[in-house]
Every structure is written in structure tokens, then in C-alpha cells.
């Protein structure tokens, strides 16, 4: 058999094997949470022993569910949840809005520069316990504060201290995808 013909069988063969590569579809896009490293897996699970959350909406249980969803796989564990936060452990992490959650009212935080969809991070004591708050004025701005929160765990930035406010430069938030990032555009269909 000739060196050719061999080269052409063993490019058959190879081309006939079952591919089990497993790639990334981009499917998740920012939305990946893979478990953090040894040294961040301990302070950041005693800063999310509990997600406390007030009254139910739809938008309010997407940030309920998205938390549920990234601690889970940040920490390797779910976290657990509450109406209320347990007045004897450190690590509750409290979402919501004044009208939807009591503990977010007592803590009377000044929300006017959060606007209608802006958030504040912040980290507070609640009856002598390190917890960590995600309010907003509005439903949209706890959930856009909750992805804010958990990009925090995903870039592995410390949780102690925290004092993030944020509020939305224009009225439309959007993302598009199809302008590449050195600004150019490939519509393809644009219908």
C-alpha cells in the first residue's frame, strides 16, 4: 500500500469516528456559573447563606430564580430562602423594593439617584448581622441589580463593603447583537 492510500485511509477512519467534543454552544452568553475557585468558595458561601425576599411579582421571582440559579452554580450548592431575615446568622442577602419587602423599608435606604430601574448593592447589618441588600424603586431594578450581584461573584470581587448604585443613562436598555464589537455591521436578514 502506498504512503497516499494510507494517508487517505487513515483520514476515512478519522472522519468516520464518533465526534464527542464537547463545546460551547454561546448559548448562556454572560450567563454562565461555573463553580468558583477553593479561595473565593468559602467567603462567598458565608456571604449567601440565605436569599431573603419580600412579596411575590413576576419580575421580582425572576430575580428570586436567576439568584437561585447562579448561587447554585457559583457556589455548588442552592441557597436556601426566607421571608424574613434570620436574626441569628451573617450572609443574608436581601432583595426587593420598600413596598415589596419589610426589611428593605427598615432599612430606609435613599433609592431617588436608583430612578425607576436603577439599583443599589449594598452591604448593612440587619439585628447585628453582616447582610447584603439588592433594592430598587422598581421590580426591573431588583432583577437588573441581582445579575449585577452575581457578575460580582463571576469577576470574583470581594463582598465586604459594598456600595453600588446604579441607575440606566438612557430610557431603552438593548443589546444588539448583531453589530460587531469593532462597530461594524453584518445584517444578513433585517426584514
Same mark, same amino acid.
Request: aromatic share 8%; hydrophobic share 45%; no cysteine.
Given at each position: 500500500? @502506498?504512503?497516499?492510500? %494510507? ?8 472522519l ?8 460551547? #454552544?454561546?448559548? #448562556? ?6 463553580k468558583? =475557585? ?5 467567603p462567598?458561601?458565608?456571604?449567601? @447563606?440565605v $436569599? $431573603? ?9 425572576a430575580?428570586?430564580? =436567576?439568584?437561585a440559579?447562579g448561587?447554585?452554580?457559583?457556589? *455548588?450548592?442552592? +441557597?436556601?430562602?426566607?421571608s424574613?431575615?434570620?436574626a441569628?446568622a ?5 432583595? *426587593?423594593? +420598600? %413596598?415589596?419587602?419589610?426589611? !428593605? ?11 425607576? =430601574?436603577?439599583?443599589? !448593592?449594598r ?6 448581622? &453582616?447582610?447584603t ?12 441589580g ?10 470574583r470581587q +470581594?463582598?465586604?463593603?459594598?456600595? !453600588?448604585a #446604579?441607575? +440606566?443613562?438612557? %430610557? ?6 448583531? #453589530?460587531n ?5 453584518? &445584517?444578513?436578514?433585517?426584514?
Open positions: 500500500m @502506498t504512503g497516499f492510500r %494510507k494517508a487517505l485511509l487513515v483520514l476515512a477512519l478519522l468516520s469516528a464518533p465526534v464527542t467534543a464537547m463545546a460551547d #454552544d454561546g448559548y #448562556d452568553l454572560w450567563l454562565r456559573y461555573g468558583v =475557585e477553593a479561595r473565593w468558595l468559602a462567598y458561601r458565608a456571604a449567601n @447563606t $436569599v $431573603v425576599t419580600g412579596a411575590s411579582s413576576p419580575v421580582l421571582d430575580a428570586r430564580d =436567576e439568584l440559579r448561587l447554585t452554580g457559583l457556589l *455548588g450548592r442552592p +441557597p436556601s430562602f426566607a424574613t431575615p434570620d441569628a451573617d450572609g443574608a442577602v436581601l432583595i *426587593g423594593t +420598600p %413596598k415589596s419587602s419589610p426589611a !428593605i423599608a427598615a432599612l430606609h435606604l435613599d433609592l431617588t439617584a436608583a430612578g425607576d =430601574e436603577g439599583y443599589v !448593592i452591604s448593612v447589618t440587619v439585628a447585628g448581622h &453582616r447582610a441588600v439588592i433594592a430598587s424603586n422598581s421590580d426591573a431594578g431588583v432583577l437588573y441581582a445579575f449585577a450581584y452575581l457578575r460580582l461573584l463571576q469577576t +470581594p463582598l465586604t463593603g459594598l456600595a !453600588i #446604579d441607575a +440606566p443613562k438612557t %430610557k431603552l436598555r438593548l443589546f444588539n447583537h448583531w #453589530d464589537l469593532n462597530r461594524t455591521s453584518e &445584517r444578513g436578514y433585517s426584514g
